[in-house]
């Protein structure tokens, strides 16, 4: 098939192969896989990028701080670090106070979408932790996130009981 139309229609084979091909390899078994999150402005989809991959937090809070996890209810939460344990290490057995540039994302999933994103930032070295907050929530799998308009200060007060309670610097769940 030498003609046009024919080569078009092995190109158009080519094509439909590979693409079977790619399909067949990004398979859902890869759990480290960046899901897609739209609505969430860029610079905070860049800030966690490969979250999937980072280390896990998969230490629950202290019994007595339970039930103000109902601040975020959802079946199923999978919280990450963008640091390698050697880093936490290195700053105390509890991994604390974190360094700046430390960020740490909570992956709230409903049934079988992620229904909220939770990030908290360390900016600065402070006093009073010196987080920045941010959430993005939907109401579906096919909904945009969007961010909620509650203030750092609402998330701060109370995830400052982590840091008196456990002394984990504002962060309640702890490595393993
Ligand atoms: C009434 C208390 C409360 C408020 C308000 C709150 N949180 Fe939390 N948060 C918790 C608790 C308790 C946990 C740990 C248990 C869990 O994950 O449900 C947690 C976990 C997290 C985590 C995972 C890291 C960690 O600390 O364990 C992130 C990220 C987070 N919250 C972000 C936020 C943001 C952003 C806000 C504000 C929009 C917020 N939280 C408001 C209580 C709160």
């Known amino acids: 098939m030498s003609t046009p139309?024919?080569?078009?229609?092995?190109?158009?084979?080519?094509?439909?192969?590979?693409?079977?091909?790619?399909?067949?390899?990004?398979?859902p078994s890869d759990a480290a896989r960046q899901p897609a999150l739209p609505?969430?402005?860029?610079?905070?989809?860049?800030?966690i990028d490969g979250y999937r991959?980072?280390?896990?937090?998969?230490?629950?809070?202290?019994?007595?701080?339970a039930g103000l996890g109902s601040a975020h209810s959802a079946d199923r939460k999978r919280i990450y670090v963008n640091r390698t344990r050697a880093q936490l290490r290195r700053r105390g057995r509890a991994g604390v106070p974190h360094a700046p540039g430390t960020v740490v994302v909570k992956e709230l999933r409903?049934?079988?979408?992620i229904e909220?994103?939770?990030i908290m930032r360390k900016t600065r070295?402070?006093?009073?932790?010196?987080?920045?907050?941010?959430?993005?929530?939907r109401s579906s799998g096919s909904a945009p996130f969007r961010r909620l308009q509650l203030s750092g200060s609402f998330c701060n007060g109370c995830h400052v009981?982590?840091?008196r309670v456990q002394r984990?610097?504002?962060?309640?769940?702890r490595l393993r």
Not at 168 to 173: E, I, R
């Open 110 to 113: 409903v049934d079988d979408f």
């Open 168 to 173: 984990t610097d504002g962060v309640f769940w």
């Open 5 to 27: 139309t024919g080569r078009l229609l092995t190109l158009a084979a080519a094509v439909a192969s590979t693409a079977v091909a790619v399909l067949a390899s990004a398979g």
């Open 161 to 163: 009981q982590a840091t």
């Open 125 to 137: 070295a402070s006093a009073d932790g010196g987080w920045t907050w941010v959430e993005y929530k």
């Open 53 to 65: 991959s980072w280390l896990p937090l998969a230490r629950p809070p202290v019994a007595s701080l």
């Open 39 to 47: 609505g969430i402005p860029a610079s905070d989809a860049r800030l």
């Open 116 to 118: 909220a994103i939770a």
